[in-house]
């Protein structure tokens, strides 16, 4: 299966971009790069995702590299409620066309004030 | 719409006793998802459903575990008997075009 790898941790200070960054080297053509965040004690968030176009919405940015094997989640100025763990992770097709999410360790932000 | 509701948001059983977690995904979606979480397993995804029909349950631990959708609406999850090692956090998702999944508070799950 295509796996995700992420740092364990990142820190950033407030107001300031954040970079999160996702290998996924073993990505195949139909895999759809999906984030999503934990905050404590509540269930996973949906953030952003995309196949291969850079992406924007709201909350944030995916920039997709041109290979597929990279991609970085941009929060574009972090505050103290965006200290979560964020997850990168591939939208993979499992029994036939149904996709299912296959989550990693994920990436621990802390925002410093 | 109120989201996904998951009901117990906390639950503590005894060792062999059977434990039924619920599941109310959002109206019109299409795809159901459990999913376990464990501080050494992380998240785990159990089983899934489409359209009420079990497409992928490759991921239930054991017998102990079943999971049924009697209709669109309602879904359980239950153990029996439960064990210790079922301890977790377990979180009901749903989906509509089964790309975006929108997780419920989960259940925290202590079995003494």
């Known amino acids: 299966d295509a796996k995700t790898t992420q740092p364990n941790s990142m820190e950033s200070n407030e107001e300031e971009p954040v970079h999160l960054p996702c290998n996924h080297s073993t990505i195949s053509g139909t895999d759809y790069i999906h984030w999503y965040r934990q905050l404590p004690s509540q269930g996973p968030e949906y953030v952003i995702h995309g196949l291969t176009s850079n992406v924007n919405n709201r909350m944030a940015s995916l920039a997709i590299a041109e290979d597929r094997k990279s991609s970085t989640l941009i929060l574009h100025r972090a505050t103290l409620r965006d200290a979560a763990v964020y997850y990168c992770i591939l939208s993979i097709i499992s029994s036939g066309s149904a996709r299912q999410l296959t989550f990693g360790s994920g990436t621990q932000l802390t925002v410093l004030p | 719409d109120a989201g996904v509701i998951q009901s117990p948001r906390h639950e503590v059983t005894e060792m062999g006793q059977e434990v039924t977690l619920r599941c109310k995904p959002i109206?019109?979606?299409?795809?159901l998802f459990w999913y376990r979480q464990t501080m050494m397993r992380g998240l785990e995804l159990l089983i899934y459903?489409?359209?009420?029909?079990?497409?992928?349950d490759s991921g239930m631990p054991e017998d102990r575990f079943s999971a049924k959708m009697p209709n669109a609406s309602f879904s359980t999850l239950k153990i029996q008997p439960s064990e210790p090692r079922d301890s977790a956090v377990y979180f009901c998702?749903?989906?509509?075009?089964?790309?975006?999944?929108?997780f419920g508070p989960g259940t925290r799950l202590t079995v003494l």
């Open positions: 109206s019109g979606h299409d795809y």
């Open positions: 998702a749903s989906s509509f075009n089964r790309q975006r999944a929108y």
């Open positions: 459903f489409n359209n009420n029909v079990p497409i992928d």
